[in-house]
């Protein structure tokens, strides 16, 4: 959360030349209610569970590059099909840095609280060994700009493409 998943991954879509696809983005549009409202109404559980279907659906593409939202690497099943059906990126961010960047955001459910420092870094100790059980690769960006941070996934993809050769 605050990384900059969708931010970094608009950008390497249009650097690759493939379509771009936030998976909440497209939660919302297909039910045609904000995140928020979702977990207002049906709990984070209702919501991980139209996360876990997109995010099935949206890993089957080919030629995308998918953002998906910060907890979708709780479900087993989001972390199978994503590491399976593609190269998976990590946006690693220091909490400090996650904090700054989502300060006056009031539209993720999870930080509405008293103390959301506090709750980012539960969320990091909690999610930091998924992703990196399932990234090909790991970017930091703490100090790093949108364009030396896609700059940096294409190098690796390029000479990741380069060792699968022919």
């Not at 939660?27 to 559980?45: C, K, L, V, Y």
């Amino acid at each position: 959360m605050g990384a900059g998943k969708t931010t970094i991954g608009r950008q390497l879509a249009r650097e690759l030349g493939c379509e771009f696809i936030d998976s909440d983005h497209e939660i919302e549009h297909r039910t045609g209610a904000d995140i928020p409202w979702i977990f207002d109404i049906e709990g984070e559980q209702g919501f991980r569970e139209r996360e876990r279907a997109v995010i099935d659906d949206l890993s089957q593409r080919q030629g995308i590059v998918l953002a998906t939202g910060g907890g979708a690497v709780l479900d087993i099943s989001n972390r199978k099909h994503l590491a399976a059906r593609g190269l998976v990126v990590y946006l690693r961010a220091s909490v400090e840095r996650l904090v700054q960047r989502t300060a006056r955001d009031k539209n993720r459910p999870l930080l509405q609280t008293d103390d959301p420092a506090h709750r980012l870094q539960r969320l990091y100790d909690e999610r930091d060994p998924l992703y990196r059980e399932i990234a090909d690769f790991i970017v930091d960006t703490d100090n790093r700009n949108v364009s030396n941070s896609v700059k940096m996934i294409t190098n690796k993809f390029n000479k990741q493409a380069l060792n699968e050769g022919p």
